[in-house]
């Protein structure tokens, strides 16, 4: 069976928080996006359970032109920003999945891009594309015509799944949800319907779109109901257990204020919710397998969650709110985790207060690098560790940050590990 994976999800790392760690936001690499907006992200390991550390992919609507590292689509490595092969795509991105191309077989999988974009250097595309490890290729006719947009993709049951405001795929008529099997691209069963977000929860198909939220279950869509609250779905994710929706709602009785969740019955409340949209949803574990509890992470355009101030983001521990630092001064389109931290992607200028345009990192400093084999004392495997990043010209070696693999970063390791970890 061909395997998907979709972004989405919390990104699970071998990093942990060190105890005198206090989280807070950082800047990855200030003024790259000084004018667009990143709409959707996806933490990707490019070779699997290799020695390579995970990339974080955005897409947007920034341009090359403008200052940003390529034109709508880019890669972040943790210390600097790459483009995706040296093609031009021509429009803007919505959505970031991955992708197993081969099933079964060895290469592991791959970015998919989805959004409004028709050509990528002058080649019919149709508002999706795959990477294939060095350059980004069509997938069979596309979907959509002008006008068109891709909004998510997500995996189910071996097919990709996109959803959107398309009206064709694979060049025949398809409204708003569509399945690429590995070949083609055809209409999902009875999936005439506009989309906003595609999610799999407890094997099922969930979409979230104007007004609500349904599910297929193999045989047919249903609603989960009642929802007659939930006007817009923006965002879906799982939070131990039950489904999680994020967008503009009413309360008809309760107050879900934006974001609201639903445990197999019924939609329940997240507390006081937030007082604005919820766009972006995940997951993430400050301390890994620490004590401290899972969180979610909701991210949109609000400055208050549970009635405290929570500007653009903020957690959810289960049973209260609280803000990520004094948050970002503008509104927020994606998220994901990478290396113990949570990424923000969106319109915003500011992160914590530090200037950090529509991309920012909210965890600890680096994780005590002189440990390098991750299990928390300092012995003599870390040398061997070390040395063999060096080795194989993993970028995590490069301990000086000076973009440059050489003998001085040895002695910067060596005097880390004489000084010890917090």
Not at 49 to 77: K, L
Not at 205 to 214: D, E, F, R
Not at 375 to 394: E, K, S
């Amino acid at each position: 069976m061909r395997m998907i994976l979709a972004c989405g999800a919390a990104w699970v790392t071998a990093g942990v928080l060190h105890a005198q760690c206090v989280p807070s936001w950082h800047v990855p690499v200030p003024g790259l996006f000084p004018t667009a907006e990143v709409h959707a992200l996806c933490t990707w390991d490019p070779d699997g359970a290799g020695p390579t550390r995970p990339v974080v992919i955005a897409g947007g609507n920034f341009r090359a032109s403008q200052g940003s590292p390529a034109d709508f689509v880019a890669q972040w490595d943790g210390q600097s920003w790459q483009p995706m092969g040296n093609q031009v795509v021509a429009g803007g991105i919505d959505a970031v999945a991955l992708y197993d191309h081969d099933g079964p077989g060895p290469a592991p999988a791959r970015p998919v891009i989805g959004g409004y974009f028709m050509e990528i250097s002058g080649q019919w595309f149709g508002r999706v594309a795959r990477w294939d490890g060095a350059a980004w290729q069509p997938m069979g006719d596309g979907l959509g015509a002008n006008l068109d947009n891709v909004a998510s993709l997500v995996s189910y049951n071996g097919l990709l799944v996109a959803g959107g405001y398309f009206t064709v795929a694979g060049g025949q008529p398809c409204f708003g949800l569509a399945q690429w099997d590995g070949q083609d691209w055809s209409m999902f069963p009875d999936g005439a319907r506009w989309v906003d977000a595609l999610f799999v929860w407890n094997g099922d198909l969930i979409s979230g779109s104007t007004p609500g939220v349904t599910r297929w279950d193999g045989k047919s869509w249903s609603f989960l109901t009642p929802q007659e609250h939930l006007d817009e779905v923006l965002a879906l994710a799982e939070y131990r257990g039950d489904l999680i929706a994020g967008g503009t709602f009413h309360p008809p009785i309760s107050v879900h204020s934006g974001i609201a969740r639903f445990d197999g019955t019924a939609w329940r409340d997240l507390g006081l919710g937030t007082n604005g949209t919820v766009w972006a949803l995940t997951t993430w574990d400050p301390d890994g397998m620490g004590a401290a509890p899972e969180l979610l992470i909701a991210g949109g355009t609000f400055f208050e969650a549970g009635g405290v101030p929570a500007v653009g983001v903020a957690a959810w521990d289960g049973t209260q709110w609280s803000s990520l630092g004094s948050g970002l001064d503008g509104g927020v389109r994606a998220l994901t985790t990478w290396d113990s931290s949570v990424i923000a992607g969106g319109g915003f200028v500011n992160a914590g207060g530090i200037f950090s345009p529509k991309f920012a990192r909210f965890g600890c400093d680096d994780p005590c690098e002189p440990d390098c084999n991750g299990d928390g004392a300092l012995t003599l495997a870390d040398f061997g560790c070390f040395q063999t990043r060096f080795a194989v010209g993993n970028m995590q070696a490069d301990c000086n940050r000076d973009g440059l693999l050489q003998l001085s970063d040895f002695g910067c390791f060596q005097t880390g590990f004489a000084l010890g970890c917090p």
